[in-house]
């Protein structure tokens, strides 16, 4: 009830009205949120209940699938393809460590020394986008090929002899061994490594670093143990969108590698696509999402994050 | 560990700071003895704390040297030198705590058990309670006092204090001078203040030196620069004073001199510039020296004091003290400040005066430089 709605000869009401927003405008806020919503419900909840209810039926194209609660799906996809599912994790742990490993001291040069080319340097980060997903990739069975100047000279460093050691290789090819699938990762998840590390160190403030040396920090410490802890959110989430899609990712494996290096992204592809199984397809995409989700938690959970916001 | 007589002074000796064409600090000499509190002011700009980031090592000087007692420390990268600072924005560790704040020091030095020395710090700084929040957790206050006691637990030679009250309110302001005071006096450590604020100088600093567009203009103790400045710069950014521009009757132990048909009085020995008969001289003084009295009361002022006639043009009063601007031929906007002893009800504006004040109170300066410089600055600082 407002104000203008009282008598005029009631007493003075105790709480001033005006300010009570009307309905129409305290609803405004859910009126914005109303196409997000509904765009999550039709995209995203619609078809993982489908893809759940497609996951526990039986039966044949022919025949007709038939939803039976047959969870036994799960567990034989899980046992049956357990190789796939511990190889996409391999692969995809290795190139996120890579992407690490090359995108950090980037994005540091980026943030902190790049200057006046810093503008340029994140245009270049992000120019590889501006092709096709596909088409970079297969440029990599070009710049990987047998006999290729690439190939020739990891293998006059020796290179080559220690991925082969290490199992990645075999013999002086690099094309459809487990190293060009991670290649083809890394190089195609690198920028989801650089972007969020550069945002979060671009926010350090460059006074804590001469703070940290005007307390007795040489450089090494002063990253050890001022940079490298601020700059942990950036970490945690360019790991995230780095691992996410890489471990579900099977471009990569289909064109950089062979059948020894098939992901579980390829093993759903073929499922769906080539085998027709769309059960084990669907049960395979929920025990994937329920593996990365279970170690994401745990992961951040480690990190911490929440204490460095 | 260090020689605690002669040993600890900072000399700074020919020091400059160029960027491409700009020079941000001119050849500068200066030493700032052991167990000083010294500031350095000067408006933004004026190279006060290039000059601060040169002792620390976090700024590389163009030329010159910088010695903490006998040892040259201008190559040492910051973390070498005996020097810490406490920085305007504090810049605490957002992901420490401001235990592990403190300690950072400490630990950097490969001490182990830091837990008292810390603790006792945190006393010192009235912070015991809060050593294990986060400096997001504190009030601006708090966090000035974190970014001292971080740097103070070192026992630096030398401390260096880069406006670190210039983020807080006025009243706390006073109380965190009077706060870094004590602590200078109770350790007994060199203190290097850079400052905008000339009192906030003036009330900490045993020593000043007045920077102006990378250079020294004056250096001395607050009451010497104030009473006796030597230049307009330093005459009208310490406080302020009114300057009256006079040509020298005659020159002796008794400056006499004119300006607009009146005749001024000042000691020869009050002069920055040796007064030459017939030339030009500053004269200035200092409003609050001034006296004010209804112009019908001329003949009640003693005989061998200055006198100004003149009409009130604007009074501020502002409690403790009226504020006049007096035209007058001579000069037009003098500055009286008057206490409010006994406030005369006849000294409104538009009222004829006479401003008088002893000859002694009287400085001289040469007349070759800008009447106004320094003043814009104190405006745009108070």
């Known amino acids: 009830m407002t104000a203008t709605a009282a008598p005029p000869q009631a007493p003075a009401p105790t709480e001033p009205p005006v300010h009570k927003p009307s309905v129409r405008k305290r ?3 859910y009126w914005l949120l109303l196409p997000g919503i509904l765009w999550l419900l039709v995209f995203f909840v619609l078809p993982m209940v489908y893809q759940a209810s497609t996951s526990v039926q039986t039966g044949s194209l022919e025949e007709g699938f038939e939803v039976t609660w047959h969870f036994q799906t799960y567990w034989d996809a899980f046992t049956e393809y357990l190789p796939q599912f511990l190889r996409s994790l391999l692969y995809a742990g290795t190139a996120t460590a890579l992407c690490l490993l090359l995108g950090y001291p980037l994005a540091y040069l980026i943030a902190f020394k790049a200057g006046r080319w810093r503008n340029l340097l994140l245009v270049l980060v992000i120019a590889p986008f501006f092709t096709s997903f596909l088409i970079r990739t297969l440029a990599w069975k070009t710049i990987l090929a047998d006999g290729g100047p690439v190939v020739a000279g990891l293998n006059a460093i020796g290179f080559l002899d220690v991925t082969s050691w ?19 990762l890394t190089y195609n998840f690198l920028p989801f490594m650089i972007l969020p590390l550069y945002s979060s160190l671009e926010r350090i403030d460059t006074r804590l670093h001469e703070a940290a040396g005007d307390l007795y920090a040489r450089p090494a410490t002063v990253f050890r143990k001022v940079t490298f ?10 790991t995230l969108l780095t691992f996410i899609p890489a471990s579900g990712d099977y471009v990569n494996a289909e064109l950089l590698g062979s059948t020894d290096t098939r992901m579980i992204g390829n093993v759903i592809q073929s499922q769906y696509l080539r085998i027709l199984d769309y059960p084990t397809a669907a049960a395979l995409s929920f025990i994937l999402m329920a593996i990365v989700l279970i170690m994401v938690t745990i992961y951040i959970r480690r990190a911490g994050t929440e204490d460095l916001v | 560990m260090t020689d605690k007589t002669a040993g600890g002074d900072v000399r700074l000796s020919g020091i400059s700071k160029h960027y491409g064409t700009f020079t941000a600090v001119h050849p500068l000499d200066l030493t700032i003895p052991q167990g000083s509190f010294f500031a350095l002011l000067g408006a933004s700009g004026c190279g006060k704390t290039t000059t601060l980031r040169m002792i620390a090592g976090l700024e590389e000087p163009s030329t010159g040297t910088v010695h903490l007692g006998d040892r040259e420390v201008t190559d040492l990268p910051p973390y070498k030198r005996p020097v810490n600072t406490v920085f305007q924005s504090y810049a605490l560790f957002p992901h420490l705590s401001i235990f592990e704040n403190i300690a950072f020091g400490l630990r950097r030095r490969g001490i182990k058990s830091v837990k008292k020395q810390v603790d006792d710090m945190l006393d010192l700084v009235q912070l015991g309670q809060f050593a294990q929040r986060k400096p997001h957790q504190l009030s601006g206050g708090q966090q000035q006092r974190v970014a001292v006691a971080r740097a103070l ?4 030679q030398v401390l260096l204090l880069d406006e670190p009250l210039g983020a807080l309110d006025l009243k706390l302001r006073r109380q965190m001078q009077l706060e870094l005071k004590r602590i200078q006096t109770e350790v007994g450590i060199t203190f290097v203040h850079v400052t905008h604020d000339q009192e906030e100088a003036m009330t900490m600093a045993d020593t000043v030196a007045v920077m102006n567009g990378g250079r020294v203009e004056q250096l001395g103790a607050p009451a010497e620069l104030y009473e006796n400045p030597r230049t307009t710069f330093v005459a009208n950014f310490l406080g302020t004073s009114n300057l009256i521009e006079a040509s020298v009757e005659s020159a002796g ?6 300006a607009s048909g009146t005749t001024l009085r000042l000691p020869a020995a009050r002069c920055s510039t040796t ?8 004269v200035g003084v200092r409003p609050e020296k001034v006296s004010l009295v209804p112009a019908a009361e001329e003949n009640a002022i003693a005989t061998g004091r200055n006198k100004i006639t003149g009409r009130i043009a604007a009074s501020s009063f502002i409690g403790v003290s009226t504020q006049f601007v007096i035209d007058s031929p001579v000069c037009p906007e003098l500055e009286v400040y008057v206490q409010n ?23 001289g300066l040469d007349a070759d430089q800008d009447i106004d410089a320094g003043i814009e600055t104190v405006e745009e600082s108070a």
């Open chain 1, 27 to 29: 609803l405004v806020p």
């Open chain 1, 166 to 184: 290490l199992g990645m290789t075999e013999g002086d090819r690099v094309l459809a061994t487990p190293l060009a699938v991670v290649c083809g």
């Open chain 1, 229 to 238: 802890p601020l700059s942990m959110p950036g970490v945690v989430s360019g």
């Open chain 2, 153 to 156: 637990i070192n026992h630096p």
């Open chain 2, 253 to 258: 132990p008794d400056v006499v001199v004119s």
């Open chain 2, 275 to 282: 007064p030459r008969t017939g030339g030009k001289l500053l």
């Open chain 2, 341 to 363: 002893i006994e406030r005369d009800g006849r000294l409104v504006p538009g009222a004829e005066v006479v401003l008088h004040w002893n000859p002694e109170h009287t400085f």
